[in-house]
């Protein structure tokens, strides 16, 4: 199986703050990554898709990037709202694998 | 308006079974492949397996803590998909959810998740 490995595993940052999270994939992946948002007490929702494509409705300080074992998302300036946990999942190959999180704290 | 509603979940002892269900709504469920996700308590997300539709034979993928022991089908003409469950041990204690995310078309849509307690 695929290991996606996620740095930091947790993070705090101020509204306004500029954060990157990685995710390192234990093979190639090409850019079958996608990144996703879950706020406590509720289902994880997909930010982005393909490493770096937005998904419809997603704000622009959301941006996704990388191909092969290494992607990052960046949060360009934090707001109240993106307060949550983040995980990455591969679906190059099956089985899909997600990394295991990171959750970011106001601080 | 895309919906699925898991249900099923409880208190189960280790060894037993248990049926896991997700009726959906608002899509064209026979075009779609669909996924169980679960997510052990303060834990992170863990993919399942998925369902193919009918022009993929329906056939099934499976994550390895589960292969052998967890079985997904799917009824289209109840617009529903069922996770069997056997075999069940401690650590499959999780909400489990039930997905629609299609690379695709770059969406996505989750039930609200059915908690699944294996205790004796």
């Known amino acids: 199986d695929i290991q996606m490995t996620q740095s930091p595993s947790s993070l705090s940052a101020s509204v306004g703050d500029r954060v990157t999270i990685t995710c390192r994939a234990s093979?190639?992946?090409?850019?079958?990554l996608a990144w996703f948002q879950q706020k406590p007490g509720k289902a994880p929702k997909a930010l982005i898709f393909?490493?770096?494509s937005l998904q419809s409705g997603v704000p622009s300080r959301f941006r996704g990037s990388g191909s092969g074992t290494d992607f990052t998302l960046t949060i360009s300036s934090l707001q109240p709202d993106d307060f949550a946990s983040y995980y990455c999942?591969?679906?190059?190959?099956?089985?899909?694998?997600f990394g295991q999180g990171t959750r970011l704290d106001i601080k | 308006e895309v919906q699925l509603v898991e249900s099923g979940g409880g208190l189960v002892q280790p060894e037993g079974s248990l049926r896991l269900s997700c009726a959906a709504s608002?899509?064209?469920?026979?075009?779609?492949?669909m996924d169980w996700v679960r997510q052990a308590p303060g834990k992170g997300l863990e993919w399942v397996g998925r369902?193919?539709?009918?022009?993929?034979?329906?056939?099934?993928e499976y994550a390895a803590p589960v292969k052998g022991r967890f079985t997904i089908s799917r009824d289209d003409s109840k617009n529903s998909v069922y996770m069997q469950m056997n075999s069940l041990k401690t650590e499959d204690t999780a909400v489990y959810y039930c997905?629609?995310?299609?690379?695709?078309?770059?969406?996505?849509?989750w039930g609200q998740g059915t908690l699944v307690i294996v205790s004796s």
């Open positions: 997905a629609k995310v299609n690379m695709v078309t770059q969406d996505d849509y």
């Open positions: 608002g899509f064209t469920f026979t075009d779609h492949y």
């Open positions: 369902i193919r539709n009918k022009v993929s034979s329906y056939t099934t």
């Open positions: 093979q190639g992946i090409s850019n079958e």
């Open positions: 393909a490493s770096s």
């Open positions: 999942q591969q679906y190059n190959v099956y089985p899909v694998t």
